[in-house]
């Protein structure tokens, strides 16, 4: 129960002072299970997940709407559904940017792919330099015909959603299990 107050307050403070009125957006990043050990017997590393994920946002919105400034709120989940060793970034992201204006501008689609492209590459190319993986690995990985790589972008949650984006905000703070 301590959990779901700090949730409850989290999703709270995050719907009043930091999300703008805009459309913002549930986030996924997740990578395949080759790599998930690493995470477990090293939790420093956790910093490079979220470094992966937000410089592919960051990607993303440059490449859609050029010299717009992206936003997102991403914690670390280090289990999934079941329990299991599964560490990835949720978030909730600005579905578009802010322009040197300071005016938002919209996405038109996320293209997912695109996104977790660049999210694999941030990850794997971090991971090498930090000696926890070797060019084979890489290689290994980039043969497979689905990498486990996944970024997921839903719907955009309108500003005035306020109960979906309350209940999207809360579970950004899901209880991590180390």
């Known amino acids: 129960s301590c959990d779901a107050k700090r949730a409850l307050l989290f999703g709270e403070h995050l719907h009043e002072n930091v999300l703008l009125p805009e459309p913002h957006a549930h986030q996924v990043f997740s990578m395949p ?6 995470f477990k017997f090293n939790r420093s590393l956790l910093h490079l997940l979220f470094h992966a994920a937000w410089d592919a946002w960051k990607e993303l919105i440059d490449d ?7 936003a997102s709120v991403l914690t670390v989940h280090t289990a999934g559904d079941l329990l299991g060793r599964h560490p990835h970034c949720h978030g909730m992201a600005l579905y578009g940017g802010i322009d040197s204006k ?10 997912t792919e695109y996104l977790s492209n660049c999210f694999s590459r941030n990850l794997l190319e971090a991971l090498l330099q930090a000696g926890e993986i070797e060019h084979a690995t890489i290689d290994l990985i980039r043969s497979w015909e689905h ?11 309108q500003a005035d959603q306020e109960e979906t984006r309350l209940f999207t905000a809360r579970y950004l703070k899901k209880s991590a299990v180390a």
Do not use: M, W
């Open 64 to 70: 859609a709407l050029p010299g717009c400034t992206p």
């Open 33 to 38: 299970k080759i790599l998930r050990p690493r």
């Open 147 to 157: 990498s486990g790589f996944h970024a997921y972008v839903g719907d955009p949650i």
């Open 102 to 111: 300071e005016n938002y501008q919209p996405l038109e689609l996320v293209n």
